[in-house]
T-cell receptor, first 114, second 114 residues
C-alpha cells in the first residue's frame, strides 16, 4: 500500500533562512508526487508536481523539490523564506497511469520568525 | 476565472440533522473528490467520482452520501449517522487521463455540529 511520511510535524525558521521540508514515500514503482500548501482556514494550493523527467522540479512562490528514487524522497526546498510562507505543507503521492487516489502525508506546519 | 467553489464557508447544525455541503467546479474536470480534514490527521478521502452518475466510497464513507447528477456539481450530505461530523471539508477536482490525480482544491467548508 502507498504511504507518505512527513517526519516533521512543526518547523520554525527565521525569515530569510533556507528551508527544507522532508517527504518520504512508500510505493512499488515511480509515483506521481505533489506538494501542496494550505494557509489557515483555506483550501490546498498546488505548489509543484513531479511526473517524470528532470528530478529537480520548480514550483510557484520560489519553491523547488527534488525526487530521489534511491531514497524514496521528495523534499521541498526554498533558499530564502518569507513571512508569507508560514502555512501547512502537504506531500502527496499517486500512482502513475491515471489512478484517481492520492495519498497525503499528515502535513508539516511552518512558522516563520521575523 | 476557472475554479472550485464551496458553500457555505461556515456551517452550523444541531446534532441529528442532515446537512448538505455544496461543491461546484467550472474547470471541466471529470473527477471530483470529498476529503475530511481534522487537526493532525491530514486529509482523508470520503467519496470520489470519475464520471457523472457514478461514485465510489473512499476510506471513511460511513455516515456520508453523495450524488453526481451534473459534471460541475458534487454535493456531500453529512447524515445523522456520522458519529463525529465536526470537521473541515474539502472538495477537489482533477482532469481525466494521465493527470487524473493532479487535484485542485476548493476553499473548504467548516462544519460545526453541536
Amino acid at each position: 500500500a502507498q504511504s507518505v511520511t512527513q517526519p516533521d510535524i512543526h518547523i520554525t525558521v527565521s525569515e530569510g533562512a533556507s528551508l527544507e521540508l522532508r517527504c518520504n514515500y512508500s510505493y512499488g514503482a515511480t509515483p506521481y508526487l505533489f506538494w501542496y500548501v494550505q494557509s489557515p482556514g483555506q483550501g490546498l494550493q498546488l505548489l509543484l508536481k513531479y511526473f517524470s523527467g528532470d528530478t529537480l522540479v520548480q514550483g510557484i512562490k520560489g519553491f523547488e523539490a527534488e525526487f530521489k528514487r534511491s531514497q524514496s524522497s521528495f523534499n521541498l526546498r526554498k533558499p530564502s523564506v518569507h513571512w508569507s510562507d508560514a502555512a501547512e505543507y502537504f506531500c502527496a503521492v499517486g500512482p502513475q497511469g491515471g489512478s484517481e487516489k492520492l495519498v497525503f502525508g499528515k502535513g508539516t506546519k511552518l512558522t516563520v520568525n521575523p | 476565472d476557472g475554479g472550485i467553489t464551496q458553500s457555505p464557508k461556515y456551517l452550523f447544525r444541531k446534532e441529528g440533522q442532515n446537512v448538505t455541503l455544496s461543491c461546484e467546479q467550472n474547470l471541466n474536470h471529470d473527477a471530483m473528490y470529498w476529503y475530511r480534514q481534522d487537526p493532525g490527521q491530514g486529509l482523508r478521502l470520503i467519496y470520489y467520482s470519475q464520471i457523472v452518475n457514478d461514485f465510489q466510497k473512499g476510506d471513511i464513507a460511513e455516515g456520508y452520501s453523495v450524488s453526481r447528477e451534473k459534471k460541475e456539481s458534487f454535493p456531500l450530505t453529512v447524515t445523522s449517522a456520522q458519529k463525529n461530523p465536526t470537521a473541515f471539508y474539502l472538495c477537489a477536482s482533477s482532469p481525466s487521463g494521465p493527470h487524473l490525480n493532479e487535484q485542485y482544491f476548493g476553499p473548504g467548508t467548516r462544519l460545526t455540529v453541536t
